[in-house]
């Protein structure tokens, strides 16, 4: 018997018809257990690995790193609202001084080149008289690997973006478009700032090397306004936006811009009118986890093979700082404690094999996880939050995925979900607000679909 029976309205009749989605084996079929999807060719297809199930009594090792990311320091010529890092304890400050040990110590850890290396910061360019040190050393010893860094945009000018270019640096600047004053200042009204910021853009875009990465909160909730506002900034029809989810609630300040109660049914409308209307394209957050969701479908993906959103409970995957100290990602510090009373600081690459990453939980691991529907859109949520930030974080990220669940198997089928049932919570099954009453053609009618379903 399938996992979830999805009411779906057929958009060309407003008739209501019954679909199965199993989140375990990803199976998406009619009341006959006949698929519903045209399957990808059995011989493409490839056995996905079983993914790790982390926690604190089933911790993590870590080997080699494919993606390697460093950790400057958690200092920031800003303080944003909603920042994971705000209330991080702060290790002391790395310098230049500590470049060459670090170098000195990378062959005894790395055995293969990264295929990617990261710089964070807090503000990693607070940080550029280590950074550019550093970095000019890595690209030497890894002339492959691809760069990447993200800064809030204040402090770029044109040497350092000369710099950034000739190291080839993939660059995003955080900035929530017209919903920035929320977050925090805006290097956007600094005309020398934002000049540089857009020279930026002109030598990086071309070369898909440069993104906006935005955020969205219960004061900024439309993707269509914030992918609007890059396109009149830039000029261009084509700008990327980086990230574009919604904000996890790491603290008080993302607890109080989280959605309420009252908000999710708009918020979701809101989404998914975004999505079908094609306002929301270039949005990472929305792209890359619809394709994601749909091919979960088309090759029947088993939810074995789901790690953890971020990513970083991959054993090649290694969020270090200058000190050599293993963390369980970029955003936290050697000193800092995680919710479940383990300590961030995991181990050191002096001695990787004794590296245990306990303080993250699989999803598996999570009551509710196993039995909500866009497990394989929203992956488990923050992977170290726990208690009640990580439940309003859970409930931000349910809203978020579920328009792009009911987007995607629109896109399969032409029918659009307005209700799901099954074993998970009561006040989550209700899509856009629409059944308080029983789901039928009769109903909708009597309460007019709250999206527009002719085709667009």
């Known amino acids: 018997m399938a996992k ?75 303080a944003c609202e909603y920042c ?67 800064t809030n945009g204040s402090l770029l000018n044109a040497d350092l973006n000369q710099w950034l270019d000739d190291l080839g640096f993939a660059v995003s600047v955080s900035h929530d478009g017209p919903g920035q004053h929320v977050r925090g200042p805006d290097p956007l009204a600094d005309p020398p700032t934002r000049n540089a910021i857009l020279d930026l853009y002109q030598r ?76 929301s394209d270039r949005i990472a957050s929305v792209r890359d986890r619809m394709m994601s969701f749909v091919n979960s479908i088309r090759f029947n993906r088993p939810a074995s093979s789901l790690g953890q959103k971020c990513g970083m409970d991959k054993s090649d995957s290694i969020a270090v700082d200058l000190k050599g100290n293993v963390l369980t990602c970029q955003n936290v510090s050697a000193l800092s404690t995680a919710p479940n009373g383990e300590s961030h600081r995991i181990g050191n690459v002096r001695d990787l094999t004794s ?45 978020d995925a579920l328009p792009i669940f009911t987007a995607g198997i629109e896109f399969l089928t032409g029918l659009i979900p307005v209700h799901i049932e099954g074993e998970f919570r009561t006040d989550r099954k209700d899509i856009f607000g629409l059944s308080d009453q029983p789901v039928t053609p009769q109903a909708i009618k009597a309460k007019p679909f709250p999206i527009p379903v002719v085709s667009v």
């Not at 910061?121 to 691809?146: D, F, S």
């Not at 574009?244 to 908000?263: C, K, M």
């Open 84 to 150: 994971s890092q705000r209330f991080v304890a702060r290790n002391d400050e790395t310098n230049p001084e500590d470049v060459a040990d670090f170098m000195d110590s990378l062959d005894n850890w790395v055995l293969s080149p990264p295929e990617a290396i990261e710089f964070w910061g807090g503000e990693p360019l607070v940080y550029i008289k280590t950074m550019r040190p550093l970095a000019e050393a890595l690209r030497k010893k890894y002339p492959q690997a691809r760069f990447s860094v993200i």
């Open 355 to 399: 590296v245990a990453l306990r303080t993250s939980t699989h999803w598996s691991k999570r009551e509710g996880c196993p039995k909500c529907p866009v497990l394989h859109i929203c992956k488990g949520a923050c992977m170290f939050l726990e208690g009640p930030l990580w439940e309003k974080s859970c409930d931000n990220a349910y809203s």
């Open 204 to 279: 990086l875009a071309p070369q898909g090397r440069f993104s906006f990465n935005a955020m969205l909160n219960r004061s900024n909730q439309s993707r269509s306004a914030i992918q609007a506002f890059f396109t009149e900034l830039t000029g261009d029809p084509k700008v990327m936006i980086g990230e574009g989810g919604f904000v996890d609630a790491y603290d008080v300040g993302g607890e109080a811009l989280s959605l309420r109660s009252g908000e999710f049914h708009s918020f979701r409308r809101q989404s998914f009118k975004d999505i079908r209307q094609g306002k």
């Open 4 to 78: 979830f029976v999805i009411f779906a309205v057929d958009p060309r009749s407003e008739t209501v018809m019954r679909l199965h989605y199993d989140n375990m084996d990803s199976s998406l079929t009619n009341l006959q257990g006949h698929s519903l999807v045209q399957m990808m060719d059995p011989s493409i297809q490839t056995i996905l690995p079983v993914a790790p199930v982390t926690s604190k009594d089933t911790p993590l090792g870590k080997s080699s790193p494919r993606i390697l990311k460093i950790s400057l320091g958690l200092s920031c010529n800003y």
